[in-house]
């Protein structure tokens, strides 16, 4: 599975912005793996931002994008999407998309869950 990050840019506190993630191989659509975005700011460790189930009946965020980002997909597009809104100097980081097959009751918002990651796309937000 290959996952490329894209939608990145410059942008003022208030804007919105939406990043895609698109996934490629042959098992990808067969595992039904469930997708995740993580951040990291420079000098801070990689943090979870939201997570998305398979079937999209699941979805949860890090309590500092909740009612600001939407995480949603498009299995048969093969595509992952961050939805960004009221965008804050806090969110500028390197946004990063996974993938994994996670077991029932795994905690989402660990990074070592995931097997598959993008190569990251930079969201800057300027006040």
């Known amino acids: 599975v290959q996952l490329q990050a894209s939608g990145g840019g410059l942008v003022q506190a208030g804007d919105p912005l939406r990043l895609s993630c698109a996934s490629s191989?042959?098992?990808?659509?067969?595992?039904?793996?469930?997708m995740a975005w993580f951040r990291q700011a420079p000098g801070k460790e990689r943090e979870f931002v939201a997570y998305?189930?398979?079937?999209?009946?699941?979805?949860q965020y890090a309590d500092s994008v909740k009612g600001r980002f939407t995480i949603s997909r498009n299995n048969a597009r093969k595509m992952l999407y961050l939805q960004m809104n009221n965008l804050e100097p806090g969110d500028t980081a390197a946004y990063y998309c996974?993938?994994?097959?996670?077991?029932?009751?795994?905690?989402?918002?660990?990074?070592?869950?995931?097997?598959?990651w993008g190569q990251g796309t930079q969201v800057t937000v300027s006040s």
């Open positions: 998305i189930n398979w079937n999209r009946g699941s979805t």
């Open positions: 191989g042959r098992t990808f659509g067969s595992l039904r793996y469930a």
């Open positions: 996974a993938a994994g097959n996670l077991a029932e009751g795994s905690r989402v918002d660990i990074s070592s869950e995931y097997y598959y």
